[in-house]
């Protein structure tokens, strides 16, 4: 390759890289206008430190992107990526790890005790183990069994709040983690490989999120209300 070939190589190169760039940024424009969401990345921090409490969150040098915030159907939301960090690069405020696409749901009078559902070997894959690592069966619902691993710390807590008609409606679902805790609701799926650089955003991954914990949060609230 001579040096005027090099040359036009890298051009194109990071020609293509900036195409990329603002592709992503337009579908980023255009998700957040569908769902009627702010643009608020001064909250990046902040949000961060308030979601330690969920396993996800967990690692204190994992970093939120992308984070938007609004209300569709009267529950306040939150819509980011997290990227859980596991090894550092020379980039000290970077490193290579997992990006997971998040939907954060906050209900309204309902307190949710704390578990998190996974499909099987979803955390295991990475080498991770839960904190509260006590798995519980539900053998009278083996739809519910084949689709989900549960775990929480209070056994009694989560078997009162994960009524039958609840094990019936959430084995219809499935492709994606939650995490309950209080007044909030975490939804999230993962990329599906570990690497230093953030992939493109994917408004379609976020939209699936949106529609299955908008679904979820209301079917754990109108079975609080009865």
Same mark, same amino acid.
């Given at each position: 390759?001579?040096?005027?070939? *090099?040359?036009? +190589?890298? *051009?194109?190169?990071?020609?293509?890289?900036?195409?990329?760039?603002?592709?992503?940024?337009? !579908?980023?424009?255009?998700?957040?206008? !569908?769902?009627?969401?702010?643009?608020?990345?001064?909250?990046?921090?902040?949000?961060? =430190?308030?979601? &330690?409490? +969920?396993?996800?969150? /967990?690692?204190?040098?994992?970093? $939120?992107?992308?984070?938007? !915030?609004?209300?569709?159907?009267?529950?306040?939301?939150?819509?980011?990526?997290?990227c859980?960090?596991?090894?550092?690069?020379?980039?000290?405020? !970077?490193?290579r790890?997992?990006?997971?696409?998040?939907?954060?749901?906050?209900?309204? =009078?309902? &307190?949710?005790?704390?578990?998190?559902l996974?499909?099987?070997?979803? %955390?295991?894959?990475?080498?991770?183990?839960? =904190?509260?690592?006590?798995?519980?069966?539900f053998? =009278?619902?083996?739809?519910?069994?084949?689709?989900?691993?549960?775990?929480?710390?209070?056994?009694?807590? $989560?078997?009162? %709040?994960?009524?039958?008609?609840?094990?019936?409606?959430?084995?219809?679902? /499935?492709?994606?983690?939650?995490? *309950?805790?209080?007044?909030?609701?975490?939804v999230?799926?993962?990329?599906?490989?570990?690497? /230093?650089?953030?992939? &493109?955003?994917?408004?379609?991954?976020?939209?699936?999120?949106? &529609?299955?914990?908008? *679904?979820?949060?209301n079917? %754990?609230? /109108?079975?609080?209300?009865?």
């Amino acid at each position: 390759m001579t040096y005027g070939q *090099a040359i036009l +190589f890298v *051009a194109l190169c990071i020609i293509a890289k900036v195409v990329q760039l603002l592709w992503s940024v337009k !579908r980023f424009k255009a998700f957040r206008l !569908r769902y009627g969401l702010d643009l608020t990345p001064h909250e990046r921090a902040e949000l961060n =430190a308030s979601l &330690q409490n +969920f396993y996800l969150m /967990s690692r204190r040098d994992g970093y $939120i992107n992308w984070l938007t !915030r609004g209300q569709i159907d009267n529950l306040s939301i939150a819509c980011f990526r997290y990227c859980s960090i596991v090894t550092r690069t020379h980039n000290l405020e !970077r490193g290579r790890g997992f990006f997971f696409n998040v939907v954060l749901l906050e209900l309204d =009078a309902v &307190q949710l005790p704390t578990f998190l559902l996974e499909p099987e070997n979803f %955390f295991q894959r990475e080498g991770a183990y839960l =904190a509260f690592h006590k798995d519980y069966d539900f053998k =009278a619902h083996p739809d519910f069994l084949r689709t989900w691993q549960l775990s929480g710390d209070d056994e009694e807590a $989560i078997r009162a %709040f994960l009524t039958p008609e609840l094990l019936d409606f959430l084995s219809e679902f /499935s492709g994606f983690c939650l995490e *309950a805790s209080g007044d909030r609701l975490l939804v999230y799926s993962k990329e599906p490989q570990w690497r /230093s650089k953030e992939p &493109q955003w994917r408004s379609t991954k976020h939209e699936e999120l949106i &529609q299955s914990g908008l *679904a979820i949060a209301n079917a %754990f609230q /109108s079975m609080n209300e009865r």
